[in-house]
Each structure stands twice: as structure tokens, then as C-alpha cells.
């Protein structure tokens, strides 16, 4: 009778049997993150108290903010965003909050290059529905280089209709020839962003005055205009119809 034995292990016959297959898991270091590891690594908190305050606009006992320049200005507003956490693209609600974002940003930069020229509030206000009016996106500049255009675009139609003067600024005139507000705006806005040069500002400036730029203006846009307008929107007397009428009797 024959009796049959198991191998010991570490013997010849352990060569036949099927090696088990290597473990696919990968320490996280070691490889690069799954979809679902970068959009928790990329989640926004909103809690209150994740909210910093930079208070780069609050004068202080040794800070003055009169003494920034326009791009310390720039960078410290962008810092002060993100660290009250508006970040906005990894929200979840993006469009609609990305979207009002996107109009806060050109209202305050509009409104912000504005008053650094001296405009009036009826000229700001002009400036803000033209920028308003433009298709950004295919027009394809920087805010800040339309907006400054626009105020001299605005300026200089007032100055030749109500005063029949010279323009005030035009980018391709000697800085001698030019406004000295508009000349230092100009100057900063170069130093502060590499596309903006003084051709790109003339070809600008040329595609508002002379060109057809692109518009959009949807109801969503048309309303965030009319709600933050600084100069009141109707006429002050009334028509004649809501006057109160004779009654005939003498």
C-alpha cells in the first residue's frame, strides 16, 4: 500500500505551484492622487471661522494704505479674498457665485481706476454701463486696460461736446501732451501687468472709439447694474400727464 506525503515546505515541489499575484495597492506618496483624493484635497471650508481679515485698507497706528501703489493695492485685495476663503472655483456653486464674482471684480476695478482719475460720479457710472456692455471674453483684454480706455474714451467725448476742448488723454500722444492723472494711471497699470503695454492700450482705446466692439449684456448682468448705480436712472419731473389738470371750470 503506497502512502503519499505532503512536501515539506522549501522543497523541489514548491517550484510547480501557482505564485500569487503581486498586491496592487500603491502607498498614496508613491503614486499620483485618484479623482476623488484631488477634489477632497481641493474642497473649500466655509466656516466663519476659516475667514481672515487682512485689513490692508485700515489705517493704523503705523500703516498708512494712501501709501500703497496701485499694484501693492492689487495684490494685497487678491490675498485678503482668498484668505476670507473666496476662492471660488472648487465651490460647488460656482456658476452662480463664480458669475457674481466676476461682476464684483469689474465693478470694483472700474470704479476703482475711475476715482483714481477724478471722474465724477455721472462719469463713473457712464464707464461702468459701456464696460458692462462688452463682451469681455471675445474681446479678449484685461479689465483694467478697458476700464482706464473707457474713462478717457468718456472724458474726452465730454471735453469736445460740452467744452469743445482738446481731448484729455490719448495713449498715443507724448506723456507732455496728456492729463497727468492719466499718465501716472497708465504708467502703473503697466508696471503692474505684463500684457498691458502702450500699443496694447492705443489698439484698445482705437477698437472702442473707432471699432464695433463685441456685446453681451444678459438680465442677470442688466439688473446687477441698475441695483449698484450710483446716479439715479430717471428723470426727476414728471411728464406732463401726471401734472394735475383743469377741471375747465373758470
Known amino acids: 500500500m503506497s502512502i503519499s506525503t505532503t512536501p515539506a515546505a522549501g522543497s523541489e515541489s514548491d517550484s510547480n505551484t501557482v505564485p500569487t499575484a503581486p498586491s496592487k495597492w500603491v502607498p498614496p506618496e508613491e503614486r499620483p492622487p485618484t479623482e476623488a483624493e484631488e477634489a477632497q484635497a481641493r474642497k473649500q471650508s466655509l466656516e466663519e471661522g476659516n475667514r481672515t481679515e487682512i485689513a490692508y485698507d485700515s489705517e493704523g497706528k503705523v500703516y498708512d494704505p494712501r501709501q500703497l501703489s496701485y499694484r501693492q493695492r492689487q495684490r494685497y485685495a487678491k490675498l485678503d479674498k482668498h484668505n476670507r476663503d473666496n476662492h471660488w472655483k472648487n465651490r460647488d456653486d460656482i456658476d452662480d457665485i463664480g458669475g457674481d464674482y466676476d461682476r464684483q471684480l469689474k465693478l470694483k476695478t472700474t470704479q476703482g481706476i475711475s476715482s483714481q482719475l477724478g471722474l465724477s460720479e455721472f462719469h463713473t457710472q457712464v464707464v461702468v454701463d459701456r ?62 501687468f505684463d500684457p498691458i503695454t502702450k500699443s496694447r492700450l492705443q489698439s484698445i482705446y482705437s477698437k472702442l472709439t473707432q471699432g464695433t466692439p463685441p456685446t453681451k449684456l444678459d438680465k442677470e448682468t442688466s439688473r446687477f447694474v441698475a441695483d449698484n448705480s450710483v446716479v439715479q436712472r430717471n428723470s426727476s419731473f414728471a411728464p406732463d400727464y401726471a401734472l394735475p389738470q383743469s377741471s375747465g371750470d373758470q
Open 131 to 192: 464696460i458692462f456692455e462688452i463682451d469681455g471674453q471675445r474681446f479678449g483684454q484685461r479689465t483694467e486696460a478697458v476700464a482706464f480706455c473707457l474713462c478717457a474714451v468718456v472724458i474726452n467725448e465730454d471735453a469736445r461736446d460740452r467744452y469743445d476742448s482738446e481731448k484729455v488723454y490719448h495713449p498715443a500722444r507724448g506723456d507732455a501732451n496728456n492729463d497727468s492723472q492719466y499718465v501716472r494711471m497708465e504708467t502703473e497699470l503697466i508696471e503692474a
